[in-house]
């Protein structure tokens, strides 16, 4: 059999010799691999089989596999968000318009998880929620690292200071300091003993030193600074001031709020009833204008930051 090669295939097969080339690989050989390759199929290119395979209920209960399911969804969720803000850290030169782009997406991400959080607040019956998480505990999505380094990716760590130490320690630069006094390590504190929960404790050792790694790298580069380090003119950009308070208000009051709403649908008969399953005093920590965790300061008036989440 014979065959004539086209141009066209030929200019390609000449243009993948010389990448071979410069890296000391042999054309033969590829064409070889590639004669042998399976084309790539659907299942095997998301991993769909391993996917599917995450799950791993620890009780009877059909509803704890929703429950599992949904945090795995946010998960990626969060991991995409991160991506986008990755994006926009490693700009060399920033624009105003590739920031906008970024945000938007991260917002769209952000309004999927508000939107979708229906899942855990309709989707599953009181009776089966209150009996699995007893086997969960002390885990929560308290424990979520993607959910902190979110928050590192977006403000300056003494945006994070809980909200009864912001102003004194304003001016503070010790990182350690400061971590030590973020808002999260402050409420997850024991109802009775005041002590720290076993939930924290356990994320303490598992995650400290990479958060304040993760604290130091991001100082420069998070969100807020990127902003910052803006031209006047984008700073001045009003479209830019917009989808960052909007990136604020979903990521700070609207997803807080029906997350909030959630837990009080499960757990709240009467206040203390139902213990978290880490422990924290959730009816005061959770809500947003409790926490009062607020990525650009910068772009809100005192009012709106004194009823953040108020409204
Ligand atoms: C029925 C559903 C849910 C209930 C009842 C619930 C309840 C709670 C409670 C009570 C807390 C306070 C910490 C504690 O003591 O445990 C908390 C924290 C948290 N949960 Fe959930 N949760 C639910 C679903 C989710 C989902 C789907 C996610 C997604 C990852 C999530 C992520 C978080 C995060 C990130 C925190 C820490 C929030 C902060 O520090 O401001 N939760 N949750």
Not at 96 to 124: P, W
Request: net charge neutral; with cysteine; hydrophobic share 35%.
């Amino acid at each position: 059999m014979s065959f004539t090669v086209s141009d066209a295939v030929l200019a390609r097969l000449e243009k993948l010799k010389d990448k071979l080339d410069k890296e000391g690989q042999n054309l033969e050989l590829y064409l070889d691999h590639l004669y042998e390759s399976d084309y790539v199929n659907y299942w095997d290119y998301i991993n769909l089989d391993a996917l599917l395979s995450l799950q791993h209920p620890r009780t009877k209960y059909p509803d704890e596999k929703t429950f599992i399911i949904y945090h795995q969804i946010t998960e990626l969720y969060f991991r995409l968000i991160r991506n986008c803000i990755e994006l926009i850290a490693d700009e060399k030169n920033l624009s105003a318009e590739f920031f906008i782009k970024q945000m938007k997406r991260v917002n769209n991400y952000f309004r999927h998880l508000t939107d979708s959080f229906s899942i855990m607040y309709e989707g599953m019956d009181r009776e089966q929620f209150l009996a699995f998480r007893l086997a969960l505990m002390p885990a929560s999505g308290f424990q979520s690292a993607q959910y902190r380094m979110i928050e590192i990716y977006s403000t300056d760590i003494h945006q994070l200071v809980s909200d009864s130490k912001r102003n004194e320690l304003k001016t503070e630069t010790d990182i350690e300091k400061l971590y030590a006094h973020l808002y999260w390590k402050q409420g997850a504190t024991e109802l009775e003993t005041g002590k720290k929960t076993l939930t924290l404790r356990q994320f303490e050792d598992k995650y400290d030193s990479g958060f304040l790694l993760s604290i130091d790298k991001w100082k420069s580069k998070n969100l807020f600074r990127k902003y910052e380090s803006l031209s006047a003119e984008g700073l001045n950009n009003s479209e830019l001031k917009n989808v960052l308070r909007e990136y604020d208000q979903l990521a700070n009051i609207n997803w807080n709020l029906i997350h909030y709403r959630t837990a009080a649908r499960y757990m709240e008969r009467k206040p203390t009833d139902i213990a978290a399953t880490g422990g924290t005093n959730w009816q005061k920590y959770l809500p947003p204008r409790f926490q009062r965790i607020i990525f650009f300061p910068q772009l809100w008036t005192d009012d709106e930051m004194k009823n953040w989440g108020s409204n």
